[in-house]
């Protein structure tokens, strides 16, 4: 009977913990739409500027590629929910879903972290908010570092997230 009762209380929890990561996409999914600054395709990362990717390159491989990976890759299993009921750090490559989303809400995102940017308070994640960690132009130097390593046609879809409002 314990056994079940476990059991039970084993499923609540994870229905609990995929319904929060749900309703996390979807709040992303709205701050892409709401977050978008302005109708320019370039939006604010500079993926050509060699001194800016430069930059961001370094300062990713201090501050990201621990989580993230050398190679941009993401953690293992990044879409499910670890034991402590968090997501794994995601891939920045094209494999992942950083190009999904404009440059407006990646930077605010990397700024002031998903629980601020969704208005979840009670959101649980391991990456860090860097507001008081990076200024506003390391971030971007590090997002258009993590943009010039997409592919040109995943480059293009991502401008055209830019110019969506």
């Not at 700024?111 to 200024?135: C, H, R, W």
Request: aromatic share 6%; glycine share 8%; proline share 5%.
């Amino acid at each position: 009977m314990a056994s079940k009762k476990k059991s039970k209380s084993q499923h609540v929890t994870k229905s609990i913990m995929v319904s929060t990561v749900l309703s996390a996409i979807v709040a992303v999914g709205l701050g892409d739409m709401l977050y978008a600054t302005d109708s320019s395709s370039q939006g604010l990362l500079r993926p050509g500027n060699e001194a800016i990717v430069t930059l961001g390159k370094g300062i990713y491989s201090e501050q990201c590629a621990a989580c993230h990976g050398d190679n941009l890759q993401g953690q293992p299993n990044w879409r499910e929910t670890n034991e402590d009921g968090r997501l794994p750090a995601p891939p920045h490559d094209e494999t992942g879903h950083t190009w999904h989303h404009a440059d407006a809400l990646l930077f605010g995102i990397t700024k002031f972290g998903l629980a601020e940017i969704g208005n979840m308070p009670d959101y649980q994640t391991d990456m860090p908010i860097y507001k008081d960690v990076l200024s506003d132009e390391e971030i971007i130097a590090v997002l258009s570092y993590i943009k010039s390593t997409w592919p040109e046609n995943i480059r293009r879809m991502h401008d055209q997230r830019n110019a969506m409002k």
